[in-house]
């Protein structure tokens, strides 16, 4: 098992490289997953910075001395992978965004596709919006990642329309008359944006939108599978294609 990862803030160390993990995530490791000393742990801002630590000693059920290493930086993988997800009903978008984050996706945009039956409006889409950007948070520290997903504030198709035609490869995933992602012609580098549309699919003015912005549609496979789930499935596809899998 790979060591557990925590978010911090900060990575001032006092001497001897010693660091104090309090608050929510010091009480979650000593009190949940009650650390000893000599186990070893990942600090991580969730944007790359990230540092090996190993446990010294515990102070009530909050707090964790740690002997921290040396700060490290991960670099932004190549291909970087947004999936645009359209809005499903219920608790089905934190689960495509708590796949997506352990799959590997790089940014995820929610979409208010005209076929949505969901609609983020006022205090409810600020709350919504929190709990995929908390579930991206929390499923990155799950997968062990030390580069956090980015979750965007909701998009418009106009908005989607224009991120499209800034990508290196623009796809839609749509299943009639459309050609298999597994062969799409992907970049070595660059950005990849990939649209997943509602349970009703992607009307035809949004695709051709989004064909205006130089996207293409593809399919997965024979089966049609739910909004909450093809954006996990695509990207598993595609990173596994581009090698960031290898």
């Not at 009650?34 to 909050?62: F, S």
């Not at 796949?99 to 409810?124: F, L």
């Not at 929190?130 to 908005?159: I, L, N, Y």
């Not at 580098?189 to 003015?205: K, N, Y």
Request: proline share 5%; with cysteine; aromatic share 4%.
């Amino acid at each position: 098992m790979t060591a557990p990862v925590f978010v911090v803030e900060h990575f001032d160390a006092g001497g001897e490289g010693r660091y104090v993990l309090d608050g929510p995530e010091g009480r979650h490791a000593v009190s949940v997953k009650r650390l000893n000393p000599g186990e070893e742990l990942v600090l991580t801002d969730g944007a790359g910075r990230w540092a090996q630590c190993v446990v010294l000693e515990t102070e009530g059920k909050d707090r964790l001395i740690v002997r921290m290493d040396a700060v490290r930086e991960e670099a932004p993988e190549e291909p970087r992978i947004t999936v645009v997800q359209a809005l499903p009903k219920g608790d089905r978008g934190e689960l495509a965004v708590e796949t997506m984050t352990e799959t590997g996706v790089d940014a995820i945009v929610p979409w208010s596709a005209s076929r949505c039956i969901t609609q983020w409006k006022g205090e409810r889409g600020l709350k919504a919006l929190g709990k995929w950007r908390a579930t991206a948070r929390e499923a990155g520290k799950q997968s062990r990642r030390v580069r956090f997903p980015e979750v965007a504030d909701a998009a418009t198709t106009k908005q989607v329309a224009a991120l499209l035609a800034e990508a290196d490869l623009a796809a839609v995933l749509h299943e009639e008359g459309s050609e298999p992602l597994a062969t799409a012609q992907l970049p070595a580098a660059g950005h990849i944006v990939l649209v997943v549309g509602p349970e009703g699919g992607v009307s035809p003015d949004e695709l051709a939108a989004f064909a205006a912005a130089g996207a293409k549609p593809y399919r997965l496979g024979r089966s049609v599978l739910r909004t909450s789930t093809a954006g996990t499935a695509a990207a598993a596809l595609l990173l596994g294609r581009t090698g960031r899998w290898s």
